[in-house]
């Protein structure tokens, strides 16, 4: 069973930067590199949104509109994980942050059949 691991998260004041880590491991008939990832996040009495997600391949990537140009999502399967980098963080960035994985043969999946606990990120001064 697929495991992930979020982490990374912690309290930031509004413009500071954050890099957050998602950590694979329990790998059966597929390694790393057979999965795209996302990320998510969810802030307190909103809906869970999507954030970024990266292909198994790391050849394609997609954000937000929310967070373009201030979050890049990269890979390294060598060590089963994908980072988010999170420059110019805003108090709306504040919410818990998850990742999920799920394979696709290209691109990013519509629906990501495992997710991690999720790691809270919080922007205030």
């Known amino acids: 069973q697929l495991q992930l691991v979020e982490s990374g998260g912690g309290l930031v004041q509004p413009g500071g930067s954050l890099r957050l880590s998602c950590a694979a491991s329990g790998f059966s008939r597929f390694t790393f590199d057979y999965y795209a990832i996302g990320w998510f996040r969810q802030a307190p009495g909103k809906e869970r949104e999507g954030v970024s997600c990266i292909s198994m391949g790391g050849d394609y990537t997609n954000y937000a509109d929310s967070v373009k140009g201030r979050f890049t999502i990269s890979r390294d399967n060598a060590k089963n994980t994908v980072y988010l980098q999170m420059n110019s963080l805003k108090p709306e960035d504040t919410a818990v942050y998850y990742c999920?994985?799920?394979?696709?043969?290209?691109?990013?999946?519509?629906?990501?059949?495992?997710w991690g606990q999720g790691t809270q990120v919080t922007v205030s001064s």
């Open positions: 999920a994985a799920d394979q696709t043969p290209r691109g990013c999946p519509v629906i990501y059949d495992y």
